[in-house]
T-cell receptor, first 114, second 114 residues
Framework: ETGVTQTPRHLVMGMTNKKSLKCEQH?????MYWYKQSAKKPLELMFV???????ENNSVPSRFSPECPNSSHLFLHLHTLQPEDSALYLC?????????????FGPGTRLTVL | QKEVEQDPGPLSVPEGAIVSLNCTYS??????FMWYRQYSRKGPELLMY????GNKEDGRFTAQVDKSSKYISLFIRDSQPSDSATYLC??????????????FGSGTRLQVQP
């Protein structure tokens, strides 16, 4: 596997379920990101991790809980979600130190909350 | 007012046409300007970036930044059906002291008709 991978690609869950999204990067990067992409809206940055430490939380509701056990893996734990949380969730990685902050994205998980 | 404004389209052009995609922004601290391309069911991929004002060319693609007008453009020459995708602009403040996160536009969907 190369680049950034995400599993599952599609997820349907009820409002009372608990599920987790997984992201893995094979690029040797130090920074990892979670974004939410909704139709016709800009990408919303949710969380940033640098060297496994969370450096940014963009006022994300506590029903979204990130976990970064090492620089290559990132999880997003989901519980008691709302229908408005349905969106494409994108993971990205980057060097974390470059001036440009070039980010490499995974294919995303399409989440539907019923 | 959004920090970055981008016309969502769709923009439909015939094969071979010159395409112009644009973003306007309000934050004068933005110094790095990027264009990402996102195919259906894929994550965004970085096409090119520019620093501060000026032009940058890469094959059929030219990125242009006018900081005085807070306006950036991406031109695609000799457009191909394979260019059909959503194009996202993204911007970032200067590396050391500014906010390091990327701010994205909502994306313009481009359709190149064969």
């Amino acid at each position: 596997e190369t680049g950034v991978t995400q599993t599952p690609r599609h997820l349907v869950m009820g409002m009372t379920n608990k599920k987790s999204l997984k992201c893995e990067q094979h690029l040797g990067h130090n920074a990892m990101y979670w974004y939410k992409q909704s139709a016709k809206k800009p990408l919303e940055l949710m969380f940033v991790y640098n060297f496994k430490e969370q450096t940014e939380n963009n006022s994300v509701p506590s029903r979204f809980s990130p976990e970064c056990p090492n620089s290559s893996h990132l999880f997003l734990h989901l519980h008691t979600l709302q229908p408005e949380d349905s969106a494409l969730y994108l993971c990205a990685s980057g060097s974390g130190s470059s001036l440009v902050n070039e980010q490499f994205f995974g294919p995303g998980t399409r989440l539907t909350v019923l | 007012q959004k920090e970055v404004e981008q016309d969502p389209g769709p923009l439909s052009v015939p094969e071979g046409a010159i395409v112009s995609l644009n973003c306007t922004y309000s934050n004068s601290a933005f110094q790095y300007f990027m264009w990402y391309r996102q195919y259906s069911r894929k994550g965004p991929e970085l096409l090119m970036y520019t620093y501060s004002s000026g032009n940058k060319e890469d094959g059929r693609f030219t990125a242009q930044v006018d900081k005085s007008s807070k306006y950036i453009s991406l031109f695609i020459r000799d457009s191909q059906p394979s260019d059909s995708a959503t194009y996202l602009c993204a911007m970032k403040e200067s590396g050391d002291t500014g906010r390091r996160a990327l701010t994205f536009g909502s994306g313009t969907r481009l359709q190149v008709q064969p």
